[in-house]
């Protein structure tokens, strides 16, 4: 084992550890973390597999391979993330108005000017 | 004396049969606190009700403007012009509005406008009242550069709403009750403007357009819209249409 691999399941266990402890009631998610952490180790552990599944879908490198997929993933992600945001939004929007309204003030009467 | 002046605004603002408390003139305004007193003290005399909707501005709008005969509304954090509106709407609903119309808190519209846009409104002629810088009859001072921005901003609408109108972005328009109700802002920042051409070809509102008068200040030609924000404007569009 040289010093990326170690590195790099270091910081899988670390984040698996982390996400065990917020996830620890949904265990369809800690399922499929578990999964991936798998995953992730055998990979760093035998990177010369990452190769072989590179060739056979048409990609030079085990690398390049992981880069592409990184890629799709972080824009699924931003999806995700946006359409929450706007889920917020609206909630927030929803809230401020409700309470600007029950707290709407007349300034002056009229009559008075 | 002061009667008779009193009188004579009064015919000049209001013409026809309506009794202009039923108006509300809904004013959005974030960060309006150096011009809002005077836009508010040339509207005044028109007799309409008045909305300013205080959009979460740095300084708390109320203390200037505690002295005038006017509903103010107050947001607690800012949320963008598009939600101020559809706040100030919903409250004017709630408060038996038959006529609304939106008016900008920084000063660049002329008050006696707004009569003209109700008068499609009252003889039923049209649901929704658009101002338009560039119909003839308007006057305006507009910079070159914004006049070309906002040409490009009338297509882009027409792309998005299937509306082509001869203004894109005019803070003046004129609706009635029924428009009102259902008409809902949902964008919260500038791409509102867009939303309601949408919302109103949807729900097959009768449009029509009147020209206004626009007087572009310094003030208002600082705060005002820049190439810079047209296209963040058009990306809250785009990705607003992927995410409904």
Same mark, same amino acid.
């Given at each position: 084992?040289?010093?990326?691999?170690?590195?790099?399941?270091?910081?899988?266990?670390?984040?698996?550890?982390?996400?065990?402890?917020?996830?620890?009631?949904?265990?369809? +998610? !800690?399922?499929?973390?578990?999964?991936?952490?798998?995953?992730?180790?055998?990979?760093?552990?035998?990177?010369?597999?990452?190769?072989?599944?590179?060739?056979?879908?048409?990609?030079?490198?085990?690398? +390049?391979?992981?880069?592409?997929?990184?890629?799709?993933?972080?824009?699924?992600? %931003?999806? =995700?993330?946006?359409?929450?945001?706007?889920?917020?939004?609206?909630?927030?929007?929803?809230?401020?108005?409700?309470?600007? =309204? +029950?707290?709407?003030?007349? !300034?002056?009467?009229? +009559?008075? %000017? | 004396?002061?009667?008779?002046?009193?009188?004579?605004?009064?015919?000049?603002?209001?013409?026809?049969?309506?009794?202009?408390?039923?108006?509300?003139?809904?004013?959005?305004?974030?960060?309006?606190?150096?011009?809002?007193?005077?836009?508010?003290?040339?509207?005044?005399?028109?007799?309409?009700?008045?909305?300013?909707?205080?959009?979460?501005?740095?300084?708390?709008?109320?203390?200037?403007?505690?002295?005038?005969?006017?509903?103010?509304?107050?947001?607690?954090?800012? @949320?963008?012009?598009?939600?101020?509106?559809?706040?100030?709407?919903?409250?004017?609903?709630?408060?038996?509005?038959?006529?609304?119309?939106?008016?900008?808190?920084?000063?660049?519209?002329?008050?006696?406008?707004?009569?003209?846009?109700?008068?499609?409104?009252?003889?039923?002629?049209?649901?929704?009242?658009?101002?338009?810088?560039?119909?003839?009859?308007?006057?305006?001072?507009?910079?070159?550069?914004?006049?070309?921005? @906002?040409?490009?901003?009338?297509?882009?609408?027409?792309?998005?709403?299937?509306?082509?109108?001869?203004?894109?972005?005019?803070?003046?328009?004129?609706?009635?009750?029924?428009?009102?109700?259902?008409?809902?802002?949902?964008?919260?920042?500038?791409?509102?403007?867009?939303?309601?051409?949408?919302?109103?070809?949807?729900?097959?509102?009768?449009?029509?357009?009147?020209?206004?008068?626009?007087?572009?200040?310094?003030?208002?030609?600082?705060?005002?819209?820049?190439?810079?924000?047209?296209?963040?404007?058009?990306?809250?569009?785009?990705?607003?249409?992927?995410?409904?």
């Amino acid at each position: 084992m040289n010093g990326i691999q170690i590195l790099l399941i270091t910081g899988v266990i670390i984040l698996f550890l982390y996400y065990t402890f917020r996830l620890r009631n949904a265990l369809l +998610d !800690m399922l499929i973390l578990a999964l991936f952490t798998g995953v992730a180790v055998f990979f760093i552990l035998f990177p010369e597999y990452t190769n072989k599944i590179a060739g056979k879908l048409g990609v030079g490198r085990g690398a +390049d391979l992981l880069f592409y997929i990184c890629i799709l993933f972080f824009l699924f992600v %931003i999806l =995700k993330l946006f359409a929450r945001i706007r889920r917020l939004e609206k909630t927030l929007t929803d809230l401020v108005r409700k309470q600007a =309204k +029950d707290e709407a003030i007349f !300034m002056k009467e009229p +009559d008075k %000017i | 004396m002061q009667g008779i002046s009193q009188d004579f605004i009064f015919i000049h603002c209001m013409s026809h049969h309506i009794n202009p408390k039923d108006v509300f003139i809904i004013i959005p305004a974030y960060n309006e606190n150096a011009v809002i007193r005077s836009v508010l003290e040339k509207l005044l005399p028109c007799k309409y009700t008045i909305v300013v909707v205080d959009d979460g501005s740095a300084q708390n709008l109320f203390p200037l403007i505690n002295d005038m005969p006017v509903y103010s509304i107050c947001h607690q954090v800012n @949320l963008g012009q598009g939600a101020a509106l559809q706040t100030g709407i919903e409250f004017a609903l709630s408060k038996q509005a038959l006529y609304i119309a939106t008016f900008d808190a920084d000063g660049q519209h002329h008050p006696g406008d707004i009569e003209n846009l109700l008068e499609p409104l009252t003889d039923n002629r049209a649901d929704v009242v658009f101002g338009s810088r560039f119909m003839e009859g308007s006057v305006h001072n507009m910079p070159v550069k914004r006049k070309l921005l @906002l040409q490009t901003a009338r297509y882009i609408n027409y792309f998005f709403t299937g509306l082509l109108l001869t203004d894109a972005h005019n803070g003046l328009r004129a609706m009635n009750r029924k428009a009102a109700l259902q008409i809902r802002i949902e964008e919260n920042s500038m791409a509102h403007a867009t939303e309601i051409l949408a919302q109103v070809k949807k729900n097959k509102l009768h449009y029509t357009e009147i020209p206004v008068n626009i007087m572009y200040t310094g003030y208002s030609k600082a705060k005002g819209q820049t190439v810079w924000s047209g296209f963040r404007i058009f990306f809250d569009i785009l990705l607003n249409k992927i995410f409904k």
